[in-house]
């Protein structure tokens, strides 16, 4: 980009920039079933982005020259403790988004485990169905990752499996993180009997509720049955839940609470060893937009109890409507029956199967976005659907278009057996960004890196395939091409 020589008028900019979002899917009206989380009450999206807009400028470095911050965020947190079971001595603070939480309560983890007197390498036990954000935390702070089984089943751990990990772990074990829900299959770990594990070891437990943890007090308020997942479970230590997600606000805020204040001082950087002023900052960013916070602190005052709950009922409703749906429709069938309002569709093989990865091509022809997920350790590829309140409305649109897609995708996609075998021979670690987008050619991904070509199905089959270091070397090149600055004009 060039900028222009004289200033625009402020409505031809905003005009300018909405039309780079041209070819964005839309945001509200419960066509996307992945990233985006659609409240469909009246006004609420404005109220959130007028609250985003007036505190856009404040910084939460300091809050003690801008106090509004630390309002605003004991707001949240004292919100956030009521609903999820915090006692007197439970505290928290408001990141940027569901995985800062998880890196910062691997972070206060970590910090425990040394000032017990830990030494050498710890290690974070998660369950393979554990979020991708605990095995960046563990890259980014220096732990080993214990990936445990879960039940193919289920798709859930067992606090027996947790526990002989732990016991193989010993003295290096720092943290155990358990889903309430999983993002991949939308069910709920069984936290109590993994935190008793845990606390038995001394090990501290963390409830990854980033997606559900705001819908599951919700859900169990209708009077459904929730197993216990909250801070008031015994050796729960901190738990994180995700405003920017089901608290329905803009992107950029998110909950990590606490079972105490000494457990939480291990996520605070503090640093005055130089010349300029005192830094202390408790997330990872320092200079940090109040905007999120306070759209959020916006989001639900407009919404009030009742509103939230009656958002959780619209998306519980939703979701029971569609999996009624997949039991009728041939070859299709959930993963897991739902604990929350997450849905992964998969091929029941009792019949003609249907191929999730061709379901998502054939939903994304009759303008829906589902979220294709790789085979797994014994877990079936699946597609992922994120309902929220706004799928009610459109529920019918969605099951009926859902049979006809289910229809046309009883084909399986499988990689080719050549490429794969090619690629196995492949060492990612050598291979630098022109060799990557030479592969990327070969798989159906070269040229233009703006986007998956409509016919995904056999990219993510081929994806699937691959062994996982170069598949993530692959996809990591991938998206480094999408970023290639336009320096055209
Ligand atoms: C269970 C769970 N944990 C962590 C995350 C990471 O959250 P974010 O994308 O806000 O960083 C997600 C995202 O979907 C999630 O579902």
Not at 177 to 198: I, M, N, Q, R, W
Not at 237 to 261: M, Q, T, W
Not at 364 to 391: F, M, N
């Amino acid at each position: 980009m060039s900028l222009p020589a004289t200033g625009m008028p402020p409505e031809s900019v905003l005009a300018a920039l909405e039309t780079l979002r041209v070819d964005d899917p839309p945001v509200h009206g419960g066509r996307v079933l992945a990233y985006v989380y659609d409240a469909d009450v009246d006004g609420l999206a404005d109220v959130g982005r007028r609250a985003l807009a007036a505190f856009g400028e404040v910084n939460g470095l300091d809050p003690t020259v801008f106090r509004s911050v630390a309002r605003i965020e004991n707001d949240l947190v004292g919100w956030g403790l009521d609903l999820l079971g915090g006692d007197e001595a439970a505290c928290g603070l408001v990141s940027s988004g569901g995985t800062e939480s998880c890196i910062l309560a691997v972070l206060a983890a970590r910090e425990e485990w040394r000032r017990r007197g830990g030494a050498g390498q710890p290690s974070v036990v998660l369950p393979v169905t554990a979020h991708p954000a605990f095995a960046k935390a563990a890259h980014l702070l220096g732990l080993r990752v214990r990936r445990v089984r879960v039940d193919p089943a289920t798709c859930r751990v067992a606090a027996r499996d947790v526990e002989s990990a732990l016991a193989d772990e010993g003295a290096s074990s720092a943290l155990v993180v358990v889903s309430a829900p999983s993002y991949a299959h939308g069910v709920v770990d069984p936290v109590a009997e993994v935190a008793a594990v845990a606390q038995e070891r001394g090990v501290p437990c963390h409830v990854d509720a980033c997606i559900g943890g705001l819908v599951l007090p919700y859900v169990r308020r209708q009077g459904r049955s929730v197993p216990d997942f909250d801070l008031s479970v015994p050796g729960v230590r901190s738990l994180s839940a995700d405003l920017h997600k089901y608290g329905f606000s803009p992107k950029g805020a998110s909950l990590l609470l606490f079972s105490d204040v000494d457990y939480r001082l291990g996520t605070y950087f503090a640093y005055s060893d130089w010349p300029g002023y005192p830094v202390v900052n408790s997330t990872l960013q320092s200079t940090r937009s109040a905007g999120p916070m306070a759209s959020a602190w916006a989001v639900l005052h407009a919404l009030g109890d009742e509103g939230l709950a009656d958002a959780v009922r619209r998306c519980v409703a939703a979701t029971d409507r569609i999996v009624a749906a997949v039991a009728a429709i041939p070859g299709l069938c959930v993963a897991a029956e739902p604990d929350s309002t997450l849905i992964a569709l998969a091929a029941d093989h009792g019949a003609e199967a249907v191929d999730p990865f061709v379901l998502a091509d054939r939903m994304r022809d009759r303008g829906w976005v589902i979220q294709p997920q790789p085979a797994y350790a014994g877990l079936p590829r699946t597609a992922h659907l994120t309902v929220q309140p706004a799928s009610l409305a459109t529920v019918d649109a969605f099951v009926a278009d859902l049979a006809a897609a289910a229809a046309v995708s009883r084909v399986e996609v499988s990689a080719d057996p050549g490429l794969v075998e090619l690629a196995g021979q492949i060492d990612p670690a050598v291979l630098g960004a022109a060799d990557i987008a030479g592969l990327l050619e070969v798989a159906g991904l070269g040229g233009d890196a703006a986007g998956l070509p409509d016919e995904s199905a056999a990219v993510h089959a081929l994806i699937e395939a691959l062994p996982t270091a170069l598949r993530d070397r692959l996809l990591a090149g991938f998206i480094s091409g999408v970023f290639t600055a336009d320096r055209s004009a």
